[in-house]
């Protein structure tokens, strides 16, 4: 299984864009990048998913190097709403097996 | 709204109660999960079921008994539990636990997660 890097913690204030890099250096060729969303007391929520190089829904943008060693979410213009804790995950050929790490808790303040 | 919806919301028993969590899925899926998610640590995968066939138990102590009699449904039956077990229990499903194959074809089947229980073992 890839193990997953991430900051444990970052502040941003609303209005701003807000980049979460995850390391994974251990991806393996057949690995998909999954990042989901978690608020206090509530199931996680699926935001993106790629594979390779850039990935755009109407949430979030994902960005993944040549290399795939990494990712970095980008949320434009976050909100007080967005205060929660992000996780970065590579998922696992074969039977699904998703592996959460410790996530990023980002605070967004006014 | 995910799709997902678990019972009860919280939960507060004994070390030698006997207790069931449920979990329901209104979206059509073929498999389900149990997640453990406990204070300040990341959230552990504990059981996986596909097709209603257990494919993964991942090295769950026998008090905790998963059932999961249709594809709609999973259960969590516990007895006699540990305080150490009290944590956010959370159920998730997604269309098959199986991946999509090759990377070109698509990405993984994704994950809905339900509200969780809330268990405390006194």
């Known amino acids: 299984l890839a193990k997953t890097t991430q900051p444990i913690s970052m502040d941003s204030y609303e209005g701003q864009e807000v980049n979460i890099t995850c390391s994974h250096n251990?991806?393996?060729?057949?690995?998909?990048i999954t990042w989901y969303q978690q608020f206090p007391s509530q199931g996680p929520r699926f935001i993106i998913q790629?594979?390779?190089t850039k990935v755009t829904n109407e949430v979030a943008s994902l960005f993944i190097p040549a290399d795939r060693k990494s990712s970095t979410l980008s949320l434009p213009r976050v909100s007080l709403s967005d205060t929660a804790v992000y996780y970065c995950?590579?998922?696992?050929?074969?039977?699904?097996?998703?592996?959460f790490g410790t996530g990023t808790r980002l605070l967004v303040s006014p | 709204e995910t799709g997902v919806t678990q019972t009860p919301r919280h939960l507060v028993m004994g070390m030698t109660n006997k207790k069931s969590l449920k979990c329901e899925q209104h979206?059509?899926?073929?498999?389900m999960y149990w997640y453990k998610q406990s204070a300040k640590k990341p959230l552990e995968l504990m059981f996986v079921?596909?097709?209603?066939?257990?494919?993964e138990n991942n090295s769950v102590p026998s008090r905790f008994s998963p059932e999961c009699p249709n594809s709609s449904h999973l259960f969590l039956h516990l007895h006699t539990l540990q305080p150490e077990d009290s944590a956010l229990y959370l159920c998730?499903?997604?269309?098959?636990?199986?991946?999509?194959?090759?990377?070109?074809?698509?990405?993984?089947?994704?994950?809905?997660f339900g509200p969780g229980t809330r268990l405390t073992v006194l």
């Open positions: 995950l590579v998922g696992e050929t074969g039977f699904q097996k998703l592996v």
């Open positions: 998730a499903s997604s269309p098959s636990a199986r991946t999509l194959g090759r990377p070109e074809w698509g990405g993984l089947y994704t994950q809905y």
């Open positions: 251990n991806i393996a060729t057949n690995d998909y």
């Open positions: 790629g594979y390779k």
């Open positions: 979206l059509g899926h073929n498999a």
């Open positions: 079921y596909n097709f209603k066939e257990q494919t």
